[in-house]
Protein backbone atom coordinates (compact mmCIF):
# COMPACT_ATOMS: atom_id res chain seq x y z
CA UNK A 1 0.00 0.00 0.00
CA UNK A 2 1.35 3.62 -0.77
CA UNK A 3 -0.72 5.45 1.75
CA UNK A 4 -1.95 7.96 -1.17
CA UNK A 5 -4.68 8.11 -3.68
CA UNK A 6 -5.42 9.79 -6.93
CA UNK A 7 -8.70 11.02 -6.76
CA UNK A 8 -8.63 13.55 -9.78
CA UNK A 9 -7.00 15.85 -12.19
CA UNK A 10 -6.85 19.31 -11.16
CA UNK A 11 -5.62 20.89 -14.26
CA UNK A 12 -3.85 20.90 -17.58
CA UNK A 13 -1.49 23.30 -18.91
CA UNK A 14 -0.77 24.18 -22.23
CA UNK A 15 1.77 26.12 -24.07
CA UNK A 16 1.48 29.71 -25.19
CA UNK A 17 3.45 32.32 -26.99
CA UNK A 18 3.26 35.53 -25.18
CA UNK A 19 0.59 38.18 -26.26
CA UNK A 20 -1.79 35.54 -27.66
CA UNK A 21 -4.70 35.77 -24.59
CA UNK A 22 -7.10 37.18 -26.61
CA UNK A 23 -6.91 34.27 -29.18
CA UNK A 24 -7.21 31.78 -26.68
CA UNK A 25 -10.11 33.68 -24.95
CA UNK A 26 -11.76 34.20 -28.30
CA UNK A 27 -11.13 30.10 -28.30
CA UNK A 28 -11.69 29.00 -25.10
CA UNK A 29 -14.90 31.38 -23.69
CA UNK A 30 -15.69 32.51 -26.78
CA UNK A 31 -16.04 29.00 -28.85
CA UNK A 32 -16.22 26.52 -25.92
CA UNK A 33 -18.04 28.49 -23.77
CA UNK A 34 -15.42 28.48 -20.63
CA UNK A 35 -15.45 30.52 -18.08
CA UNK A 36 -11.75 32.63 -17.38
CA UNK A 37 -10.50 32.48 -13.93
CA UNK A 38 -8.73 35.10 -12.10
CA UNK A 39 -4.82 34.29 -12.13
CA UNK A 40 -2.91 34.64 -8.72
CA UNK A 41 -1.24 38.28 -8.85
CA UNK A 42 1.78 36.79 -9.08
CA UNK A 43 0.91 34.67 -11.54
CA UNK A 44 -0.80 37.13 -13.62
CA UNK A 45 2.14 39.04 -14.14
CA UNK A 46 3.87 35.98 -16.18
CA UNK A 47 1.09 36.20 -18.55
CA UNK A 48 -1.26 33.59 -19.64
CA UNK A 49 -5.20 32.68 -18.94
CA UNK A 50 -7.25 30.48 -17.11
CA UNK A 51 -10.75 28.86 -17.74
CA UNK A 52 -13.10 26.19 -16.77
CA UNK A 53 -15.95 24.57 -17.97
CA UNK A 54 -17.87 21.92 -15.69
CA UNK A 55 -15.01 19.86 -14.48
CA UNK A 56 -12.20 20.46 -16.51
CA UNK A 57 -10.06 23.68 -16.13
CA UNK A 58 -7.24 24.65 -18.60
CA UNK A 59 -4.60 27.07 -17.67
CA UNK A 60 -2.17 28.16 -20.52
CA UNK A 61 1.17 29.38 -20.03
CA UNK A 62 3.50 31.69 -21.74
CA UNK A 63 6.23 30.41 -23.00
CA UNK A 64 9.58 32.09 -24.60
CA UNK A 65 10.13 28.86 -27.40
CA UNK A 66 6.48 28.35 -27.78
CA UNK A 67 6.27 25.36 -29.78
CA UNK A 68 2.23 24.01 -29.97
CA UNK A 69 1.94 20.76 -28.75
CA UNK A 70 1.12 18.25 -31.95
CA UNK A 71 0.85 14.95 -30.04
CA UNK A 72 0.34 15.75 -26.33
CA UNK A 73 -3.10 16.68 -25.58
CA UNK A 74 -5.79 17.19 -22.59
CA UNK A 75 -8.23 14.63 -23.08
CA UNK A 76 -11.35 15.86 -22.33
CA UNK A 77 -15.00 14.37 -21.37
CA UNK A 78 -17.97 15.80 -22.73
CA UNK A 79 -21.29 15.05 -23.45
CA UNK A 80 -22.87 15.70 -26.97
CA UNK A 81 -19.85 14.82 -28.62
CA UNK A 82 -21.55 15.60 -31.61
CA UNK A 83 -23.26 18.65 -30.84
CA UNK A 84 -19.17 20.20 -29.96
CA UNK A 85 -17.74 18.93 -33.24
CA UNK A 86 -20.81 20.68 -35.16
CA UNK A 87 -19.93 23.77 -33.62
CA UNK A 88 -16.39 23.51 -33.43
CA UNK A 89 -16.34 22.77 -37.46
CA UNK A 90 -19.05 25.88 -37.82
CA UNK A 91 -16.13 28.04 -35.71
CA UNK A 92 -13.75 27.05 -38.41
CA UNK A 93 -11.85 24.55 -36.36
CA UNK A 94 -11.31 21.35 -37.86
CA UNK A 95 -12.55 18.10 -36.21
CA UNK A 96 -10.62 14.46 -37.04
CA UNK A 97 -12.51 12.00 -35.72
CA UNK A 98 -10.91 8.62 -34.29
CA UNK A 99 -11.89 5.37 -33.56
CA UNK A 100 -9.01 3.40 -32.63
CA UNK A 101 -10.32 3.47 -28.61
CA UNK A 102 -12.64 0.52 -28.10
CA UNK A 103 -15.56 2.06 -25.67
CA UNK A 104 -15.42 5.40 -26.70
CA UNK A 105 -16.06 7.79 -29.64
CA UNK A 106 -13.59 10.68 -29.79
CA UNK A 107 -12.23 13.15 -31.84
CA UNK A 108 -9.04 15.24 -32.25
CA UNK A 109 -9.03 19.01 -32.51
CA UNK A 110 -6.51 22.12 -32.35
CA UNK A 111 -6.98 25.60 -30.44
CA UNK A 112 -6.14 28.25 -32.54
CA UNK A 113 -2.41 28.40 -31.62
CA UNK A 114 -2.39 24.16 -32.90
CA UNK A 115 -2.07 22.55 -29.16
CA UNK A 116 -3.69 19.04 -30.00
CA UNK A 117 -6.76 18.75 -28.33
CA UNK A 118 -8.92 15.07 -27.86
CA UNK A 119 -12.50 15.49 -27.09
CA UNK A 120 -14.44 12.08 -26.10
CA UNK A 121 -17.43 10.78 -24.72
CA UNK A 122 -17.85 6.77 -23.91
CA UNK A 123 -19.84 4.78 -26.38
CA UNK A 124 -22.55 3.83 -24.42
CA UNK A 125 -23.84 7.55 -24.01
CA UNK A 126 -23.70 7.83 -27.75
CA UNK A 127 -26.16 7.14 -29.76
CA UNK A 128 -25.13 5.85 -32.96
CA UNK A 129 -26.38 7.03 -36.71
Known amino acids: MTGFTFERLDHV ?3 IPAGTEDR ?3 FWSG ?3 MTELP ?3 V ?3 RGGCWFRGGGVEVHLGVVPD ?4 VKGHPGIQVGS ?3 LADHLAAHGHEVLWDT ?3 GRRRFHAADPLGNRLEFLEPRAAATEA
Open 81 to 83: LDA
Open 66 to 69: FRPS
Open 31 to 33: VLG
Open 39 to 41: KPP
Open 24 to 26: CRA
Open 100 to 102: NVP
Open 13 to 15: QLD
Open 43 to 45: LAA
